[in-house]
């Protein structure tokens, strides 16, 4: 029958020889693993859900001519094209906008022509008394802000007419946004409509992207775009990218400082049960250096212990942290918080490196001295 | 002329004040089987110890098949100890959670490499064929003390130190132990005993007899009885 080599077998009989101050520690190294795995998977999930929810807030990313070059400097209608060919699964959404400096009456208003599928995907806060334009091919109503459509005395299915230049169109007012942004004092339509009253036919101002992930993430994808659009510049939103890698960045930091806290418990209840196992086990080592077993080979059968306790108590931790991470998400985020693997080799090398440094204890088992112990001081 | 297996000059080991060893000097051929007796506080197990690599000498020498163990370091000390001495202990000193094949598997690991089928030949050799798969606690004293001996001897030891190895025995297996070290001294093992018994002391070719740490005399065994 095949044995196993003698360090296994001496490791297995050292586990069963100490199972009670060992449970003892892998119960600790169980209950840190647990909560560590737990606040691992609600900070990915947690990350994941709260970038999409960003996303709905407004564009991050803009894309746009360089600066100070007049109506030479309208980008081409092609370039949220040319962006959705790059298939980045990060951009959310991409809006062309066409800004026209035009008049109703003979007061200035700004009309903004875009793609309304995507900026509905990008501002999901936006409200609308009235009805949302649906399509993006639709010439003949608009949006208009609120801000605006007091100036204008608008209200849902009245008309406007607009004029730049020699040209007017007439459209008729589908809804009365408020952004709480500059769009309140513009009127949105089709961009088809706008390039018509501006006679730009094919050509926008800008385009507004919504880029999710991390500030990483979202700035890498800048750089993508960037080496992909010669000749315009790509600029993130640095408020609002700043802002959400601020708050991520805190739910990281407030997660791994519980995840450190939570370990270095876990490491003293090890400490607490290897303490007493060292004295238990100066005999042992005694006999052993006797033997002529040398002090890192002696350490080595210790720490091998204490590494599988650590694997032991971060795979039952894991087990108890993806329960626990999804009593978390019904409970707080009111969302079920789903296992995810990659948090299972950080679990258990968080818990080996919990249960070596609570191994510490047996070092000083290094320098039993033989001749003392065999004499039976 | 083949050089002694043992050499000790002017050996001495103070602990503190206490002067544990005082200028000790005697040789051991190889196969020979010597006794070290004397009172308690005498020095004898101090003497066994700093043969046995377990202790450092204070001043003087102690040599063991041409190694001086005072100029070991750690390392080459634990390797000396796995090569050339093989112990047995008045309390046996068996790790408790391993089996008797496992204690003897135990002193082959530290030396070198395992091998299953020596360790069992060694234990059947001192009678334990149908024992080797309890643990200490399953086992009488004597039973004990001889899974010691085939681990003292797993290795070829160079030398077999023994302390008391028969103290905690009845005489039953007193006389078993002795009659094994008996084969060990024909098979032409190099054997130092320490004992209180003037029985054990006669067996051995020469006693060593110390007194407040000074060897008072070294005597053909067969000389000393009075």
Redesign the interface.
Known sequence: MHTPPMFLRILWKLLGASRGRLAIALIALTSGAAVSSALLNVNLDAERKLTREFRTLGANVVVAPPPGGGNAALADESVPDRIAALHATQIVAAAPYLYVAASSGSQPVILAGTWFDQVAKMNSWWQVEGNWVSSRADQEHCLVGQTAARQFGLAPGRTVQLRSGERTISLTVSGIVTTGGAEDSQILTSLESAQTLAGLSGRVSLVQLSVSGTSAEIERVTRTLAANLAGLDVRPVRQIAAAEGSILGRIRGLIFWTIALILVLSMLGVLASMAALAMERRRDVGLMKALGGTVPRIMRLFLAEAGTLGILGGALGFLVGVLLARWIGERVFGIPISARLEVLPITIALTIVAALAGALPLRLLGRVRPAEILRGE | MTAPLVQVEHLEKRFGETRALDRVSFDVDAGEWIAIMGPSGSGK?TLI?IL?G??RPSAGRAAVDGLEIGNLG??EL??????KIG?V?Q?F?L????TAL?NV???????SI?D?KEAEEALRRVGLADRMDHVPAELSGGEQQRVAIA?ALINHPKLILADEPTGNLDEVNEAVVLNLLHELHDAGHTILVVTHSRAIGNLADRRLELEHGRLARISAAFLAEE
């Open positions: 197990t110890n046995g377990l202790d750690e390392r634990s390797r000396y100890r796995s090569e112990f202990f309390q000193h790790v408790p959670y391993l496992e598997m135990l002193a082959q690991y530290f030396h395992t299953e681990r």
